[in-house]
């Protein structure tokens, strides 16, 4: 080992920095992360350097300084990426195919789309009706009228319009239209000309922060349904006969003191692994940060009715300060997707992180990824604005693309992404 430029007799680290970073009289100071090229590395220079806009002079320093600034972008010093990652390739051969079926014109404009059973798919319309639409034979069916909730107090904050938003239950007998960023919603059996089974709440506080917190799954041999009842609760009720699965009541604790099992977290848009065992959520604690969170499904229904709030299978994956409301997705059964590399909503790189469900343990950190997030077992999908993008999650290799097509909605039983545009559903075949 030699003697670097901070003076340190240690292992080089494979960073940069600019020399005003390593002046001990200029402390806390404001730093931008220099991409190389290559992957994921890059040097660090302060703004003012950054600001000068001619050659930045880097200098060869230790791991332990490199680390010490890192630590110091948790508190806020980390201002930003420049340049763009290295982004590794390994085409494969992609059927671009898109198969497009132009909506049959009673069907209105649509609002939703959403899997249905089997091959079919399933729509929401302005008019407040869920269509089946079958477009291998040609058909389209009114399965549900006057779903929609109308929310005429609704109080905007930052321009989030109140969103009517379509889920649907695996096998697509049982639907839910609630309210994005709102308070309403309900649950409905296809099956039974669309009757209403629940009718949904999610409280009053904080509700237009955050899309409707709510999931199907499927659990010892029935449908549930996961959903926000008050802005740090959530409940499971079964869809069919609208029981209540998870009812809990608070201990009586004296004013001023905090009630066990009290949760100071703000649910947010829910996913649910394909064998329903886990659920994770897009949440936010104050200052505000965004938290996205994992747990077990199978603990919160068969034992631990408290496990959706201080459980010992409940994990914060990481945490964004003014970042929720992004992207997510699960890979396979047991690993969670985020969308965004960083700790700050002001200084996210696009990407996705890949987390371990079971122990909140980061096992990917892929750059490149932006837009809404599909995946199955062996590829991710991400539905950038020029059209999809196919990522193995595992090496992190871009391995195709579909240019042009950008899915809403992944139907894992028919096996294919779909979306709705210009009046035409759009399908394409994951394989």
């Not at 990481?318 to 396979?332: E, I, K, L």
């Not at 809404?372 to 196919?390: M, N």
């Amino acid at each position: 080992m030699r003697t670097l430029a901070c003076g340190h007799v240690a292992h080089e680290s494979p960073a940069r920095v600019c020399p005003h970073l390593m002046d001990p009289a200029r402390h806390d100071v404001s730093h931008v992360r220099l991409l190389t090229g290559r992957l994921l590395e890059y040097d660090l220079a302060c703004e003012q350097c950054d600001a000068a806009g001619s050659p930045i002079t880097l200098m060869e320093v230790c791991e332990g300084c490199v680390g010490r600034l890192n630590e110091e972008a948790e508190d806020g010093s980390f201002a930003g990426w420049r340049g763009r990652p290295g982004i590794e390739e390994r085409p494969e051969p992609v059927d671009r195919t898109v198969l497009s079926w132009p909506l049959p014109a009673g069907v209105g404009a649509v609002i939703d789309l959403a899997a249905g059973a089997d091959g079919s798919w399933l729509v929401l319309t302005a008019a407040g009706e869920i269509v089946e639409l079958e477009p291998e034979s040609d058909r389209h069916t009114v399965v549900a009228t006057g779903v929609l909730i109308a929310e005429p107090d609704y109080e905007s904050y930052s321009g989030l319009p109140l969103t009517p938003r379509l889920h649907t239950s695996a096998g697509g007998r049982f639907a839910a239209v609630v309210n994005d960023y709102g308070r309403h919603g309900r649950v409905v059996d296809l099956r039974r000309s669309g009757a209403t089974t629940l009718l949904l709440d999610s409280g009053t506080y904080r509700t237009n922060l955050v899309p409707f917190s709510l999931v199907f799954a499927e659990h010892a041999g029935r449908t549930v349904v996961v959903h926000r009842t008050d802005w740090n609760r959530l409940d499971v009720h079964d869809a069919g006969s609208g029981q209540l699965l998870t009812a809990r009541t608070p201990d009586e604790v004296a004013e001023g003191e905090r009630a066990p099992h009290y949760l100071d977290y703000f649910h947010g848009r829910l996913h649910v692994s394909p064998d329903s065992r886990w659920l994770a959520d897009d949440g936010w604690v104050w200052a505000p940060v965004g938290v996205p969170a994992v747990w077990s499904l199978e603990r919160w229904l068969d034992g631990n009715v408290w496990e959706s709030e201080d459980g010992p299978s409940w994990l914060p994956l990481c945490d964004r300060a003014y970042r929720w409301d992004t992207p997510m997705c699960f890979v396979g059964d047991d690993r969670v997707a985020v969308s965004g590399i960083g700790s700050d909503d002001i200084a996210l790189l696009d990407g996705v992180r890949i987390f371990h469900a079971a122990t909140g343990t980061e096992v990917a950190t892929i750059a490149g990824p932006a837009g809404a997030l599909f995946a199955d077992r062996s590829r991710l999908y991400a539905a950038a604005p020029g059209g999809l993008e196919i990522w193995d999650p595992v090496t992190g290799h871009r391995t195709g693309s579909v240019p042009g097509f950008v899915p809403t909605c992944h139907h894992r039983r028919a096996g294919q992404l779909g979306a709705v545009r210009d009046g035409v559903l759009q399908r394409w075949a994951t394989g």
